[in-house]
């Protein structure tokens, strides 16, 4: 999604406004600008496309000035094009946003009636042309607030002002801003990752706040004008290591990453020495739980899905899952016995942070499993238990997955024990079975030569389904999410047994279906639902952790995954899907990392 940087330095700052731009090109964008300010001057400069052509235009015409903002778009109001990128600017005032302006067609017609003329289709140039006008009469800081109290949905903002040439004005309402300091120079950043080569120094404003920078101090606000101090913190160097080494690009090097996410985030909450599970101050006594909820958005939705699995099978917990976008609009009944738990990787997706706030305005407990812990989601949840993942880039989440999985399933675990619903020699060989997932997942990342060649099968493919049952189905819908968002091919993720009510009449000669059967309760029932596509001409792909199995002619492609602990199995079976889709896409030249129309941090509803 859109991504702002700004910089008050005592030296020219556009080289570093374009490095921070590219850092956060992993958000996903389709056009990018700056504006920086010399003599009383905004100087603007923007492209559509990557930030390498601003660079070019910058290298050509080079933008001086120890003062200034960039951004990278992600269309919401307006094609991807130079008069819709960011910074949109008038004579006066220059104003990167990340966000979306609600009312602004009405704000529009307001200031046309009043002579005004917009340059873009964008909802931001609306910002711009109301603080000119409230400039009139105000100081920079009184005219923000005063166009902020007109402004409703969602919002990140940097200004600066031709007049006052030392100041970048921040605001935040709904997306996520960060403040980073250092020696003469301070700055501005969607993210604390963006700002990394210049500081690990970082304050993270929250709603309705606002900070004045300039080269050698920052001011906080709260939304009443107050003066208010932020704490500062130190981001560690493990956040700051995001460097794809001799991968070709940051999708591979996450895959191949994953048996190290395993042992550090199954490090972090076993306790080897007392053979249990590092997980305490729970915020809802759980012998007293009465349900748990579990939401999310994408990816770390089907991690919710594959959960509610678990907890069915270790727990007496009710529990329900549901998306983010639509529990934040259900007329839900709160109970303040239940525990909502928001899973996310970036930690800022707006539904699942809108969805926290709705239950944090109905006083119910909530918990985080997050990656990024200084994120929104994770300063806002009374309890956050971290994926320790490490930052991941490539736009498709594969390591956060496997974090989101394991701390779920540690989790649930946990819970079991507390409430005695697990017997002591069952709990104790689980906790050793899940010691095994990074040696395990070694050897599925093995399976990479044989998925390079079945991914050729799937060039001139139309489309293709993914078949699962008990918490295969969501591994399902995960092989098809992580296939359509890569490859661009036409996916579908279905329960097996929910074939014959309609999704099977899409099967024909030669379409690639892939069937997921790890050895559990449903393995003989999803071989009959497969048959079923065989007969129809369905090309089989068969994953399974079945040694016993052997993959038979009418299967089309086999792949065999270590067997694990059943429970555990998911975690195993979307490595191949992960692969799959990871080198269909590099046959067909995909931006890999980032794929058409997708953020990586989804910060607009
Ligand atoms: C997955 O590959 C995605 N790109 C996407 O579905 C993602 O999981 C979703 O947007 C949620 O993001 P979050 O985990 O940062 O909240």
Known sequence: ???????????????????????????????????????????????????????????????????????????????????????????????????????????????????????????????????????????????????????????????????????????????????????????????????????????????????????????????????????????????????????????????????????????????????????????????????????????????????????????NIDVEIDIASEFRYRNLKFNDKNLYIFISQSGETADTAAALDICKKNSVKTCAIVNVIESTIARNADWVLPIHAGPEIGVASTKAFLGQLIVLYILILKLSSIRNEINQTTYNQKIENLKKIPKFLKKTLDLETNIQILAKEFLDAKGTMFLGRGSSFPIALEGALKLKELSYLHAEGYPAGEMKHGPLALIEEGLPVIVIAPKDKYFEKTLSNMQEVIARGGKIVFITDNKKKSISENIRFGLRVPHIDNLLSPILLTIPLQLLAYHVALLKNCDIDKPRNLAKSVTVE
């Open 1 to 315: 999604m859109c991504g702002i940087i700004g910089i008050a330095s005592n030296k020219p700052v556009s080289i570093n406004i374009i490095n921070s731009l590219k850092k956060l090109e992993y958000r996903g964008y389709d056009s990018a600008g700056i504006a920086t300010l010399k003599n009383n001057l905004i100087n603007e400069k923007k492209c559509s496309g990557r930030v390498d052509e601003l660079e070019k235009i910058l290298f050509k015409s080079p933008s001086d000035g120890n003062i200034g903002i960039g951004h990278v778009r992600w269309a919401t109001h307006g094609v991807p094009s130079i008069l819709n990128a960011h910074p949109h600017s008038s004579e006066n005032v220059s104003v990167v946003h990340n966000g979306i302006i609600e009312n602004s067609d009405e704000l529009k017609m307001e200031l046309e009636s009043k002579g005004l003329k917009f340059k873009s289709q964008t909802d931001t140039e609306v910002i711009t042309l109301l603080i000119t006008e409230a400039l009139n009469n105000n100081e920079p800081l009184e005219s923000v607030f005063k166009t902020l109290n007109k402004l409703k949905g969602s919002f990140a903002l940097g200004i600066i002002f031709k007049d006052f040439s030392d100041i970048i004005i921040g605001a935040r309402r709904g997306s996520p801003l960060a403040v980073g300091y250092s020696n003469n120079e301070n700055y501005l950043g969607s993210d604390s990752y963006a700002l990394k080569s210049m500081t690990n120094k970082i304050s993270y404003l929250d709603d309705g706040e606002l900070c004045v920078l300039t080269k050698n101090e920052v001011s906080f606000y709260d939304d009443k004008k107050n003066k208010i101090n932020k704490k500062i913190h130190i981001v560690s160097d493990e956040e700051n290591i995001a460097d794809k080494g001799d991968y070709k690009n940051f999708m591979s090097k996450e895959i191949f990453e994953q048996p190290i996410t395993a042992k550090k985030c199954v490090n972090e909450y076993i306790d080897s020495l007392k053979k249990d599970i590092n997980i305490y101050n729970f915020p809802i006594n759980p012998k007293d739980l009465k349900k748990i909820i579990l939401i999310g958005c994408g990816t770390a939705y089907h991690s919710c899905l594959v959960a509610k699995y678990w907890l069915e099978e270790l727990t």
